[in-house]
């Protein structure tokens, strides 16, 4: 009986070492095939970022590599690149990775972490890949920044991200505990705050929702008063189906206050429908290749490099809508509330010349196109001083042909 319990147990150690060994010799394999699965997919959805796994040495219980990612950099602004060194132990059906991750930009630069702004640390990350329903999580730490070049001064502390990711979705979570930023133009600290992000679906069709929460938020700058904000929660949702893109944006800004006067809380749901993907996306790549124009510096060469894809986006006759905007304190007596939509006649708008955004005529026809109606309830004094109407209590903008109306009353001609 001894005899054959021994015989049993010893094949049930054969049988475990053997299924162990060849789960071991599996992730081994596995790892390989779905890390660079997940490269190609970030190189096939980021195209603005180049990434690839380097010097990769392959072990049955742990292998080594270095992950390096590089930014596609303009002629003014040089590439980052990032570079992650990293260990993974393959187990049974899954892997452990860790490593540490760096950045700096090309040539003898110093790195960012080490040398410039965390005093010789590095960020530190931890990742597991799961092999059999070919998921991943990632965990990031980024050790506490600080930068100070007497004109300006940064720091950031308790930065955390993870992330989950799958075949199907993707999700981040991640927090810090402070941000403060000062130049000569003014100051902005924000408090713990937490974010997410969540995409479904591929981006043909997909979903992708961002949520945020900022506790003590304070603003100053020059010829302003210093404003506080208590709490603030931003939402956004963007779906691409059918070849359209629909965006829907929340704010809420609680216990605002100025120079120890509350201000009141402030609500805001706006939504974006109906413009064309394609157009979107060209748009949005052109953006990112020249972050100049996003500051402001745009001149005609910018316009019309911009026209063809914005004349595509909106070829599908877009609306803008203000479903809700509520501002209530005790500086009034009654809420100050909005509400209205924008509509855009994108009919054989692409008919219009390549370099329309960028002169007075194609500017013009794009406003002919625009209709709207906005209704703003309890105004203050100083608009309706503005607009020349007595009637507070109710004030409607209409757009129609250029044209801005002001309770049926001719305002302003848009172009001219």
Request: net charge negative.
């Amino acid at each position: 009986m001894n005899k054959k319990l021994g015989a049993s147990l010893g094949g049930l150690v054969v049988v475990g070492l053997g299924v162990w060994l060849g789960g071991t010799a599996y992730s081994s394999y596995m790892f390989d095939e779905q890390l660079n699965a997940q490269i190609q997919r970030i190189n096939a959805e980021t195209p603005q970022l180049d990434l690839e796994a380097a010097d990769v040495e392959r072990g049955f219980f742990s292998s080594t590599g270095t992950l390096s990612a590089r930014t596609k950099g303009e002629s003014d602004q040089p590439p980052l690149t990032v570079t992650a060194p990293y260990t993974a132990h393959h187990g049974l059906l899954s892997t452990e990775v860790e490593g540490t991750l760096d950045a700096k930009t090309e040539g003898d630069t110093p790195y960012v972490f080490s040398t410039l702004l965390a005093g010789g640390d590095k960020a530190r990350f931890h990742s597991t890949f799961s092999h059999l329903d070919q998921g991943a999580t990632l965990t990031l730490d980024v050790p506490d920044l600080k930068a100070d070049t007497g004109a300006q001064h940064m720091s950031l502390d308790g930065l955390s991200i993870e992330a989950n990711l799958d075949q199907k979705q993707w999700h981040v979570d991640g927090s810090f505990g402070a941000l403060g930023y000062r130049d000569f133009s003014g100051e902005l600290t924000l408090g713990n705050t937490h974010f997410d992000a969540t995409q479904e679906g591929r981006p043909a069709v997909m979903e992708r929702r961002v949520n945020m929460t900022i506790n003590d938020a304070r603003l100053s700058a020059e010829q302003l008063m210093p404003v506080t904000v208590k709490t603030t929660q931003l939402a956004s949702r963007l779906t691409h189906h059918d070849k359209m893109l629909d965006q829907t944006v929340q704010a809420e800004l609680t216990d605002m206050s100025t120079a120890g006067q509350r201000l009141g809380n402030l609500t805001m749901n706006s939504s974006l429908s109906d413009v064309n993907a394609d157009g979107w996306y060209g748009a949005k790549a052109l953006l990112d290749q020249h972050p100049e124009w996003a500051q402001g510096d745009v001149d005609a060469r910018a316009l019309r490099d911009l026209t063809p894809s914005v004349l595509k986006a909106l070829s599908s006759s877009p609306t803008w809508t203000l479903s809700t905007l509520r501002f209530e304190g005790p500086l009034f007596n009654k809420p100050i509330t909005a509400e209205g939509t924008v509509d855009f006649d994108g009919n054989d708008v692409q008919s219009l010349p390549a370099d329309a955004l960028a002169t007075d005529v194609g500017q013009r026809a794009l406003l002919e196109r625009v209709k709207g109606k906005l209704t703003l309830n309890n105004a203050p004094p100083i608009i309706s001083l503005i607009v020349g109407a007595p009637d507070q209590s109710k004030l409607v903008f209409k757009l129609s042909d250029r044209t801005l109306y002001v309770n049926d009353r001719e305002f302003t001609r848009l172009g001219d």
